[in-house]
């Protein structure tokens, strides 16, 4: 299947469950922006000489990774049962979700210091960091199916990484594609957040939440596309 065809389908997946989506993923998709203004808030009062970082700050990042655990727990079981023909409830989506918190979590430990590591490793050698940098994005593409294959495929953190890294080498290019939409998504999101912050907190608040909605279109591209990939007969 063509990109072009993932991405339509996609849309329209997008436009038809508006509202489940949002009743979905709204309500945590608040939370995690409320936690992430209040962290950049208090980060912005930090002595660079002498930086303190407190239970409370610790307390809000291990919030932060719940929430967001939690949320693509939520948002990818909710893919997977309306591609079986289900109409699940959000709460009842959200209940069952929980269960997939602990290894959707530590995944996505796993994973992201695995996609850290090159652009760390080569900032300590000057303008090397570019190099790290591509590294770090194609390993980001490579593993992008991680979720999937805790929620869908029921495997464990480190068989899950495994499998991503497997599945996504034919489509590593259409991947990329998937992931460079945000990009533009995060220049408009910076624009709209600036606009909200000059009106205050509250929309501030509301104009995050909504990109970060509109941003997880991104996430059932991937899911598409994965289960195109999954099942070659659809291509």
Request: proline share 5%; aromatic share 8%.
């Given at each position: 299947m063509s990109l072009s065809a993932i991405l339509t389908e996609a849309y329209n997946f997008f436009r038809n469950h508006l509202a489940q989506l949002a009743m979905l993923t709204v309500p945590l998709l608040?939370?995690?922006?409320?936690?992430?203004?209040?962290?950049?808030?208090?980060?912005?009062?930090?002595?660079?000489?002498?930086?303190?970082?407190?239970?409370?700050?610790?307390?809000?990042?291990?919030?932060?990774?719940?929430?967001?655990?939690?949320?693509?727990?939520?948002?990818?079981l909710f893919l997977e049962l309306r591609s079986q023909g289900h109409h699940p409830a959000p709460g009842l989506v959200l209940k069952a979700s929980l269960p997939f918190v602990p290894p959707l979590l530590l995944a996505g430990v796993f994973s992201g210091l695995a996609i850290l590591a090159p652009v760390m490793l080569f900032a300590a050698f000057g303008p090397l960091w570019l190099v790290g940098l591509v590294i770090s994005f194609y390993l980001f593409a490579r593993l992008a199916y991680?979720?999937?294959?805790?929620?869908?495929?029921?495997?464990?953190?480190?068989?899950?990484?495994?499998?991503?890294?497997?599945?996504?080498?034919?489509?590593?290019?259409?991947?990329?594609?998937?992931?460079?939409?945000?990009?533009?998504?995060?220049?408009?999101?910076?624009?709209?957040?600036?606009?909200?912050?000059?009106?205050?907190?509250?929309?501030?608040?509301?104009?995050?939440?909504?990109?970060?909605?509109?941003?997880?279109?991104?996430?059932?591209?991937?899911?598409?596309?994965?289960?195109?990939?999954?099942?070659?007969?659809?291509?």
């Open positions: 608040l939370v995690q922006v409320g936690i992430q203004l209040w962290l950049g808030a208090e980060m912005s009062k930090v002595d660079l000489e002498n930086p303190q970082f407190g239970a409370p700050h610790m307390l809000a990042m291990m919030l932060l990774l719940l929430t967001f655990s939690l949320l693509i727990a939520a948002l990818t991680v979720n999937f294959m805790v929620v869908v495929e029921r495997l464990t953190p480190l068989e899950a990484i495994k499998a991503s890294f497997r599945f996504s080498g034919p489509i590593v290019l259409k991947t990329i594609a998937l992931l460079m939409l945000y990009l533009p998504l995060s220049v408009i999101g910076s624009q709209l957040s600036a606009l909200g912050a000059a009106g205050g907190l509250p929309l501030q608040m509301l104009a995050d939440t909504l990109m970060s909605f509109i941003g997880l279109f991104v996430n059932l591209a991937l899911f598409r596309l994965y289960m195109v990939a999954k099942q070659p007969n659809l291509e």
